[in-house]
């Protein structure tokens, strides 16, 4: 099945309100042509799950810069002072989530489960307002799964199924990402035919891919 769609196509398909996972760190493995035409669309009210915001310029930045999104689920926005201005003038609402425990709550959203038990967090401000549970006489912070209406990933290649590959660190938040959302959109550096990727280089099988963009 060939996934291949046009970029503004693919963005259509984000409506407001919705909740969006968009991958990469800083801007690496971001999909940035997605985030570009999310930003002609003019879809707000978002809420999106990363690990940071970026730069202003670049990447999940630039929704910030543009106000479409109204929450954040995040790990830290100091590289990205318009993030700490909308918080701090109550323009958005940040849930801060040590990055580690982060990808553990996307990946239990992607597998079903019901949240994990951590001690990262525990007797902080990241614990108020959160369960405590006792196992073995110790103590653990329960945190809640994630997923999300659509996620957008950035891979380094793909084939047109759907079959993702990523190199380097690009692939950071972007695999697990691909299991904890209704709909994922995949942007691909380098597009190849389908059976051009031996199998065991593939890091996403396409089962995980809705659409690709390249």
């Known amino acids: ?128 307002g959160k369960r405590i549970i006792n196992v073995g006489g110790k103590d653990y912070l329960l945190e809640t799964p994630l997923r999300a209406d659509v996620a957008l990933i950035g891979a380094s290649m793909g084939d047109r199924s759907g079959n993702l590959v990523y190199r380097g660190t690009s692939q950071n938040f972007n695999p697990v990402m691909a299991s904890a959302a209704d709909v994922v959109i995949a942007q691909v550096r380098e597009l190849v035919e389908t059976g051009a990727i031996p199998a065991e280089n593939v890091r996403t099988p396409a089962i995980f891919i809705d659409y690709i963009v390249n």
């Open 1 to 128: 099945m060939d996934k291949l769609i046009p970029i503004d196509q693919a963005v259509a398909k984000i409506k407001d309100g919705m909740t969006l996972m968009i991958g990469g760190f800083l801007s690496n493995g971001t999909p940035e042509k997605l985030i570009d035409a999310l930003v002609r669309s003019g879809v707000g009210n978002l809420t999106v799950i990363c690990n940071d915001t970026s730069f202003p310029d670049r990447g999940i930045g630039k929704l910030i810069v543009s106000r479409q999104i109204k929450k954040l689920y995040t790990s830290h926005i100091g590289t990205n002072p318009e993030t700490g201005e909308q918080l701090n003038a109550g323009r958005i609402e940040i849930e801060f989530c040590p990055q580690g425990t982060l990808a553990e709550r996307i990946r239990a959203g992607g597998n079903g489960l019901g949240g994990i038990l951590t001690l990262t967090g525990l007797g902080t401000m990241v614990a108020e």
